[in-house]
């Protein structure tokens, strides 16, 4: 992640993360921090844990999965997810897609997106 870059280049800045345990597709927190970054990011688990729904993670995974197949996650192109007719037709999951695609996950950090989640998994569930 470019954040732990700036552990090397910002004075005072330190880079710390959570152990953790991964059992198939699923991850536990162990409440340990240690020192140094984390070897996996675990947005996809994150989410999941926050309740977002199954579709949204099943198409997070073919996202990263092409990115990673890439070998470049800043440039490479994403396509669309093809909408179902009931998708087009729901008011609520419009204005979820709508939130999302004006959301910039480069501009906030961790803990705003996880609490961005969890606000759009009471609104929207």
């Known amino acids: 992640h470019e954040l732990c870059e700036l552990e ?13 345990k991964e059992y198939n597709d699923d991850i536990v927190f162990l409440r340990k921090i240690v020192a140094g970054e984390a070897l996996h990011s675990y947005g996809i688990q994150v989410a999941k844990l926050a309740g977002v729904p199954d579709s ?10 092409g990115l990673e197949n890439t070998g470049s996650k800043k440039n490479a192109p994403v396509e669309a997810a093809p909408q179902t007719v009931e998708s087009a037709a729901d008011p609520k999951l419009l204005a979820l897609q709508d939130e999302l ?3 910039n996950v480069d501009k906030i950090t961790a803990i705003e997106a996880l609490v961005m989640l969890d606000d759009l998994k009471k609104r929207y569930t």
């Open 8 to 20: 090397g280049r910002v004075h005072g800045i330190k880079n710390y993360h959570v152990i953790t």
């Open 56 to 65: 949204v993670i099943e198409r997070a995974k073919q996202i990263l999965s």
């Open 101 to 103: 695609r004006r959301l």
